[in-house]
């Protein structure tokens, strides 16, 4: 059972490292081939050297000069170089094939990665750590490389040398073969051996690397976090034992390597001693000749060398081994949310009727609720806004829109038509959204504003930067729209980086216009800016606008009042007032009111 499931993985590596030699695949056969044909040549020279000894024995015992045979004495030797430097040839051919076949291949692997990883879904990046996904695109992708160009071709090095001199000793001498083959059936369980308990090791190695970069990952972008809390020592500290642990690990691996090593040297080693035992014997009692025993002995490494090679060949294999399951991981996973077979495709605008009809929907599984029977409807062209306390769902409702997540109960509707249903590109393309925590790319502002549409025109970005209320603290930039920004927005207020992430979803023209807390950093009167110039927008779009401050939600055409998961008010500005629920409570207390006040102002307003 157990050889069973080893079988299958090991024909799953097989298969995928083929399936991605595509267009080199007769190049690395052939490479493959030329191996074993460069092996087999290593006998010439100690065969060519066996019969020139040969040679001069018979010159001595017959008494004819060797200048009688000279012609044969210059072929053989002509034939020993000549051979030698076409081996040579080959070898450099063949090492140049494995380089090339194997940069092709990671290089179409780390491209299919990172497609993979671009189309995952959200639950995917809450499963694997930054610092962990870029190990197994670099590190780990390195090792499979390393597979492909030098263990495959080690493993047909050594196979084909140890086999193609024994099948000549055998015809040498078989007696003799036998004689310092019986000590590779001990070697070979050494090395089984030496497999069982390495695997484990690399498997923790490649774990603990992958920890490492992670904790310097952090480390990086969370500079500023470090700093404010003068936490570097701390933070040293943390690394260091990261460090000290893949150490540690590394180690370990290596102590595990040295204790079956001196088994194989010493197997190794053994073999030149049972060749002299054996063949003096065989000398004496007249069974050999020394030409052959030449012979023989030039080509003992050949035996002694695949020997020593295979232990160190399999410590390469387990590394690969271990990083190829990390890696093919990545390869083989699917991410949840996709657009499905038959996708309805809408290249063209919403008209933005938005529905959310009884969703329910928890992370991890359903394991944690989070949204509990969601029914709420958003029609065209209407200004949506939706308030709650802190972690109450409101940036997990509006994921469901442009398909982060799926609901587990219920559906979410744009047109009448369920969002699942859309082509997944054609339902993103449609929707604007300014996310909560703002991320800009190390790029120029421009760069940056153009983001979603590559084809906009300077003029229309400074355009978007005015509705974003953006352009007056750009132009005051000592390079305008074309100062880089740092990662994450280095160098930018939180204000405004909130509102060039605005301009970025508003350059793309959304039919659906989502902002996550997006004027959460900006002053009142920057805010009334990019309320009013929204209104001037020259493009039909529905907005769903998530906001903490009155002044933001009291012109919207609706309101919903979430609480836990749930919508617990909604009503325009005044019924919600009148109503002397959450939302008059929270007017009350933002407009430094009594409750009274407001629900009399709703009822008068109403
Ligand atoms: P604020 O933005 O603080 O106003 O909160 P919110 O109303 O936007 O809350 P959000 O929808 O972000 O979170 C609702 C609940 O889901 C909270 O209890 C979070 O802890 C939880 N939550 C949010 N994102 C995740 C996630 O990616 N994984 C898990 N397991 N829980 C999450
Ligand atoms: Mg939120």
Redesign the pocket.
Known sequence: MDTTIRETKKKSWMRWLWGNMGGHRVLYVTAIFMTIVYNIMQLIVPYFSGRIVTLFEESASSGIPLSDNLNEFILNLSLMVGLTLVRITIVYFTCMAYEYVSQHALYKIRNFLFDKIEHQD?NFY?EYRTGDLMTRLTGDLDAVRHNVAWVIKSVVDSFSLFLATAIYFFIMDPLLAICVLSITPLLFLVILRFKKASAEKHRILRDKLSGLNTDVQENISGNRVVKAFAREQYEKEKFNRSNTSYAEANMDTQRTWLRYFPAIETFANLLPVILLLAGGMFIINGRLTIGEYVSFSMLIWAIANPMRMLGNIMNEFQRFAAASKKVMEIYNSKAGIVSKENAIRHPDRFKGLIEFDHVSFG??GGA?P?LRDITMKVEPGQTVAVI?E???????LIHMIPRFYDPEQGEVRIDGINVRDYELTDLRHNIGLAT?DVLLYSDTIEGNIAYGDSSLSSDEVVKYAKYSAAQEFIDKMPEGYDTIVGERGVGLSGGQKQRISLARALAIKPSVLILD?TTSAVDMETEKHIRDSLNELDFDYTKIIIAQRISTTKYCDKIFVMGDGRIIEEGTHKELCAKGGYYANLVALQMGTNLADVEKFGKEAI
Not at 390 to 396: A, Q, V
């Open positions: 959200m809450n992370y991890e944690v989070v709650g802190t972690g109450c769902g409101k940036t997990s909560q807390d």
